[in-house]
């Protein structure tokens, strides 16, 4: 392929969304997409085959469920505006409240029209890097315990908590212990409760016979409450890569950077941001940080840098079995999930194009950017 592009492979997403409907299924929850990590529009058809709702943070993300999916959105956002509260109402099925204070200025205009939530802070999180750790000291996210009335208001009909990232069902069986100790007292008085995303149930090593067997226990000990689990990436997990070329290969000080028609800032932001290091096709990680001079003098070790103008736009280091050309491809493994949600124009750089590789074998392009794209944005 001529440009860089993202590529979603059909049989694998369907792979995954068979998963999930099966553990919903068997377990008696509802499992909804998290838009934050995956809003690829144009496949919502198949995922309307799999499941029927989906969660918003924002007004376009409520507008995207209510227009393009067909069904009224689960929305919560640490803080909503005058300006967009009625509209955001009107797309949502259900709507969650950050704080107190907001639940006091807006809920009487969402009574009647969307459920009420309020989201908790347990307090307790196993993420370990802080930058995605809801529950960290000082969290804007959330009430804790000690905040709440011992009655809550009639119109709060449900608990929202988030506290994992691609995590594992071990973790959810240990935060549930934390979120019953300090929450189940106000259980009797709600309707459902949304146990938020993270839960990674369509990697190899997931426990999913515990997942449902955690889930039926929760059931069995409140059986009024409507379980909700709002992933993001275990739905586009391992779905596709992003496709890139090498455009130049320069040195400095023995290091050799191949500089690709990609930017890591801004189309693979997160592994700058967590940090993680991808999987590439055909190439092994190598951790050079530290290491002895006869590593970094490995044949057919290169750092991969970005195309636009920000000095740490590259990682290191990776070792191909063969010297890297101009014009060839470097492939980024499981590059749907977040990524294709968290791109920018910085710099002007144009968006790699999206295209969804079907079930038949053939490659059908969903979206190709250009400058008007980079322009409009500047409207």
Request: net charge negative.
């Amino acid at each position: 392929m001529a440009t860089p592009i993202y590529i979603i492979e059909e049989k694998k997403l369907r792979n995954n969304l068979r998963l999930i409907a099966d553990v919903a299924k068997k377990a008696d929850v509802e499992i909804i997409l998290a838009f934050k990590a995956f809003a690829l529009w144009k496949t919502f058809p198949i995922f309307r085959e799999y499941i029927h709702s989906t969660t918003a943070s924002s007004l376009s993300e409520a507008k995207l469920a209510k227009e393009e999916f067909g069904a009224k959105a689960h929305t919560f956002s640490p803080a909503y505006t005058d300006d967009e509260i009625d509209e955001i109402i009107n797309c949502s099925s259900h709507l969650t409240f950050n704080s107190l204070s907001q639940y006091e200025r807006y809920h009487d205009r969402v009574v009647g029209k969307a459920s009420i939530g309020l989201r908790v802070n347990p307090e307790y999180s196993e993420v370990g890097t802080m930058l995605y750790n809801p529950c960290a000291p000082g969290t804007r996210f959330g009430v804790s315990a000690d905040k709440l009335p011992e009655v809550l208001p009639q119109d709060i009909e449900g608990f929202h908590c988030h506290c994992h990232c691609e995590s594992g069902a071990d973790v959810l069986e240990r935060t549930l212990v934390h979120i019953e100790e300090k929450f189940a007292k106000w259980f009797p008085q709600l309707k459902w409760l949304n146990l938020g995303g993270g839960h990674l149930m369509t990697r190899k090593d997931y426990d999913i016979p515990l997942l449902i067997n955690i889930l039926k226990g929760l059931h069995e000990r409140y059986p009024w409450l409507k379980i909700i689990l709002e992933p993001g990436s275990a739905f586009a997990w391992q779905t596709g890569p992003l496709v890139s070329h090498v455009v130049d290969i320069v040195e400095d000080k023995a290091i050799r950077t191949a500089i690709l028609d990609v930017s890591f800032t801004c189309h693979m932001p997160d592994c700058l941001e967590m940090p993680y290091y991808p999987d590439v096709r055909g190439a092994e990680h190598v951790d050079v940080e530290g290491a002895p001079s006869s590593v970094l003098q490995t044949p057919f070790l290169y750092r991969l840098g970005g195309n636009s103008c920000l000095s740490g736009d590259f990682m290191s280091s990776w070792r191909f079995d063969h010297e890297l050309k101009v014009g060839e491809e470097v492939i980024f493994e499981d590059m749907i999930h977040y990524t294709t949600v968290k791109t920018c124009m910085f710099n002007g750089i144009t968006h790699p194009a999206i295209g969804m590789l079907h079930e038949d074998g053939n490659v059908e392009i969903l979206r190709t950017f250009g400058y008007e794209d980079y322009r409009n944005r500047m409207d």
